[in-house]
């Protein structure tokens, strides 16, 4: 189905394309009319002419019989009003519809999405939140448009930390399960290791010893540090189940699994002439990129030691995906701070001929977590806060917000406040546009007023309220006449939603169909409060009950795109 704005604009782009090819009808909603197409004075500027004369012109071309009318407003706006008979038509389809008009792709693409990577024996603490749970997002929402999507939760499993991590565990005497004891506390077994190895040279020369065994694959290295990767996975995987992100344990696919291809990135670089020896490393030196100085920029590709650093492992990953995946597309979503680094090895790959013109490349940078201090959330011990106990924290504030509304039984109230605490989580993240930073402020999160994740929730459990009231629904046959202002602008919302899907999807901004939804909210809680539903007579309380309906269902399908429950109780 063509949905109200996809007709709108190609009406109007074939009325502006009849005036000067290519011009842009500028569409959007409007609180003086349905619609607004504010293209008319760049037209009128492009033509040279008055722009109320433009847009009679629009008019006389335009073709929207059976679909709205037009007026000219103000120096040269064209107000839209869509026909009551085309809005129940579109309101009738979205019905009869599951994705409620958001038509699946017909050009699927495969796509890699780089998220979450974390750290082997480390604990996972706020900084990973964003990157988390943004590319949970991107992931659902290209898969609802119909892409294959492959997760890739590129974990730092290789490298120096690992000799000093092995060698603290044969320093303890433990192997096999008394070793996987030895590390249940991530962060204290790495803070022990690291005070071993700063405080001991004899345990730096074993360390720098054991990574060397350990990239030339001797059996006895390679059992334990199986040992830290596999207690580490374990680990991750109870937190990604706590945050109910979509990654699975086949989805991690470290900097290790990239090891055998280091040595042929230096290799076919160095045959195709891009590598530069550099103070001892092997570099390339893409165009473009400079230091403050305004000299070149390296990106060091084989270390001075004969080692490989993170430009080597996100070659050979790029190369696998593009060569053994066949993705059509890269996504890799990471903080702002590696903006640089990725535009380089992006660079690097087009050179080497390994990323070409056909496969999109993108990342998706985000910005800090940061306290209610405006700086850097820390624990008040000065260190990173650890993501279990920040979820723990939220389910807590969430109980209590329950336990003070009293509105569900007590053995519920746990689960419900821990789909609540998500949700509260999730929202204040990706409610911001994610180049910015964001305060976490869990008293604001998990507040059930304003712009939250629980204000959406409970606008979904309202709804679904009413549906226990009525549990006969409403009739096949009903008819929209929206005769009051709350039921035309919520339903335009709701005709809204494909493009509100598509717009997040597109411009990899969540904060978009967050945005969406809190309108939708909105306008359904005034809809709500004007409009009886179950009291009205019984051809209008049909197509309020449809109108609930509608708004339950975008509202659900919105917030489980953005890995959020929609409790129908709260």
Same mark, same amino acid.
Request: charged share 25%; net charge negative.
């Given at each position: ?29 409007? /609180? ?159 803070? /022990?290791?690291?005070?071993?190895? /700063? ?372």
């Amino acid at each position: 189905m063509s949905t109200t704005y996809a007709t709108l604009s190609a009406r109007l782009g074939e009325a502006f394309d009849s005036l000067l090819p290519g011009a842009d009808p500028a569409l959007r909603s409007s /609180d003086r009319a349905d619609f607004q197409a504010n293209g008319v004075m760049a037209l009128a500027k492009s033509l040279g002419r008055p722009p109320r004369e433009v847009a009679q012109d629009v008019i006389n071309a335009v073709h929207l019989d059976g679909v709205a009318e037009l007026a000219v407003a103000g120096p040269g706006f064209l107000n839209v009003t869509v026909h009551e008979e085309f809005l129940n038509h579109q309101l009738r389809a979205a019905l009869a519809d599951e994705r409620l008009g958001a038509v699946p792709t017909a050009a699927a693409k495969r796509v890699v999405i780089d998220y979450s990577s974390p750290n082997v024996a480390k604990e996972m603490h706020v900084g990973h939140l964003r990157g988390t749970i943004i590319g949970d997002a991107l992931a659902r929402l290209y898969r609802f448009a119909g892409h294959e999507v492959i997760a890739r939760n590129h974990v730092g499993d290789w490298g120096t930390p690992f000799g000093m991590l092995i060698e603290h565990l044969v320093d303890l005497g433990q192997d096999g399960a008394d070793a996987t004891l030895s590390i249940a506390d991530l962060d204290g077994f790495y803070r /022990d290791a690291r005070h071993a190895f /700063d405080g001991d040279e004899a345990m730096r020369e074993r360390s720098r010893a054991r990574v060397v065994a350990l990239q030339s694959g001797d059996p006895e290295t390679r059992r334990l540090w199986g040992i830290l990767f596999e207690r580490s996975v374990n680990y991750i995987s109870d937190v990604y189940a706590k945050l109910n992100v979509t990654l699975r344990r086949e989805d991690v696919v470290g900097e290790s699994y990239y090891n055998d291809s280091l040595a042929g990135v230096v290799r076919d670089l160095d045959a195709l002439g891009l590598l530069v020896d550099s103070d001892g490393a092997r570099c390339v030196f893409p165009p473009g990129f400079t230091n403050r100085l305004g000299e070149p920029l390296p990106l060091i590709v084989q270390k001075r030691d004969e080692g490989f650093g993170y430009a080597a492992t996100d070659l050979a990953a790029l190369r696998d995906r593009v060569e053994v995946l066949r993705a059509n597309e890269l996504i890799y979503v990471v903080g702002a701070p590696q903006a640089q680094h990725f535009e380089m090895i992006f660079a690097v790959a087009r050179r080497a001929g390994w990323l070409s013109d056909s496969v999109h490349c993108e990342h998706v940078a985000f910005g800090h977590v940061l306290g209610t201090d405006h700086k850097m959330l820390k624990s008040r011990q000065g260190e990173s806060v650890k993501l279990a106990a920040l979820l723990a924290e939220a389910v807590e504030r969430a109980y209590v917000a329950l336990d003070e509304r009293a509105t569900v039984a007590t053995n519920e109230r746990y689960d419900l406040a821990r789909a609540i605490a998500l949700g509260a989580i999730k929202y204040a993240d990706l409610s911001t546009e994610r180049q910015h930073d964001y305060v976490f402020d869990l008293d604001r999160m998990v507040s059930f007023e304003g712009n939250t994740g629980p204000y959406l929730q409970y606008a979904h459990a309202r709804v679904a309220s009413i549906f226990r009231r009525a549990p006969e629904g409403y009739s096949s046959e009903v008819h929209f006449t929206l005769s009051t202002p709350p039921e035309r602008a919520l339903a335009l919302a709701l005709l809204a939603w494909p493009e509100a899907v598509a717009g997040a999807l597109e411009s990899h901004q969540p904060h978009r169909l967050c945005t969406y939804l809190f309108d939708l909210a909105q306008r359904f809680a005034t809809f709500y409060d004007v409009c009886p539903v179950l009291k009205a007579p019984p051809s209008l309380r049909d197509e309020r009950l449809a109108l609930c309906d509608l708004s339950a269902r975008a509202l659900a399908q919105g917030l489980s795109l953005l890995g959020i429950d929609a409790p129908t109780q709260m």
